[in-house]
Nanobody, 124 residues
Framework: QVQLVESGGGLMQAGGSLRLSCAAS????????MGWFRRAPGKEREFVAC????????NYADSVKGRFTMSRDNAKNTVYLQMNSLKPEDTAIYYC?????????????????WGQGTQVTVSS
């Protein structure tokens, strides 16, 4: 069982930046595809980004492409989501997820483990 713990959320003005982190409890994390999802108030959870096990490939939702960057540090069992040029519509709870089996992974149903989420609020 892999436990995931997100951090780094908070309140930011539009145009600002935040970096989210997700720390995994087990070194098998290094073999997993990792993803970030978000759930805005009144909406379903949606895909944000994913990264393959080595960090050599990433995949982004169109809504964040060019503004968000996902990366990983396998030595630290941690993935990151650098969020720049934040918009009020980025306001959501952001979740980190891990998948054991493949690449790419854009559907939440494909992921095996989830964190508890971290709130990001962007004011206009």
């Amino acid at each position: 069982q892999v436990q995931l713990v997100e951090s780094g959320g908070g309140l930011m003005q539009a145009g600002g930046s935040l970096r989210l982190s997700c720390a995994a409890s087990h070194r098998t994390f290094r073999t997993y595809t990792m993803g970030w999802f978000r759930r805005a108030p009144g909406k379903e959870r949606e895909f944000v980004a994913c990264i393959n096990w080595s960090g050599s490939s990433t995949n982004y939702a169109d809504s964040v492409k060019g503004r968000f960057t996902m990366s990983r540090d396998n030595a630290k069992n941690t993935v990151y989501l650098q969020m720049n040029s934040l918009k009020p519509e980025d306001t959501a709870i952001y979740y980190c997820a891990a998948d054991r089996r493949g690449w790419p992974r854009r559907e939440d149903i494909e992921y095996d483990y989830w964190g508890q989420g971290t709130q990001v609020t962007v004011s206009s």
